[in-house]
Nanobody
């Protein structure tokens, strides 16, 4: 069983920054790919980006240049640095991973961007 716990959400002003973290624990996880998604009210969950085990990243176009994913393999932590936030970034943010063909999700953390 693998557990993921997101943290770091909150209220930010437009143009501001937040850093989300995803703590991963449980057997079977070892430098697996970790994904970030978000779900805005009334919308489907959408993929933001992925970080591979050795740190290679890929992002959806709408966050390129603003969001950065990093990881600390020694601590089983993955971070999502979000800069230049916009009101449309308001959503619940989730991290996920696949271990032994099973998808695991965190509970999500709320990010609200508003003045």
């Amino acid at each position: 069983q693998v557990q993921l716990v997101e943290s770091g959400g909150g209220l930010a002003q437009p143009g501001g920054s937040l850093r989300l973290s995803c703590a991963i624990s449980g057997s079977g996880f070892s430098n697996n790919d970790v994904h970030w998604h978000r779900q805005a009210p009334g919308k489907q969950r959408e993929w933001i980006g992925t970080i591979g085990g050795v740190g290679l990243t890929k992002y959806e176009d709408f966050v390129k240049g603003r969001f950065t994913i990093s990881r600390d393999n020694g601590k089983n932590m993955v971070h999502l640095q979000m800069n230049n936030l916009k009101p449309e970034d308001t959503a619940v943010y989730y991290c996920s991973t696949i271990v032994y063909a099973q998808m695991y999700w965190g509970q999500g953390t709320q990010v609200t961007v508003s003045s």
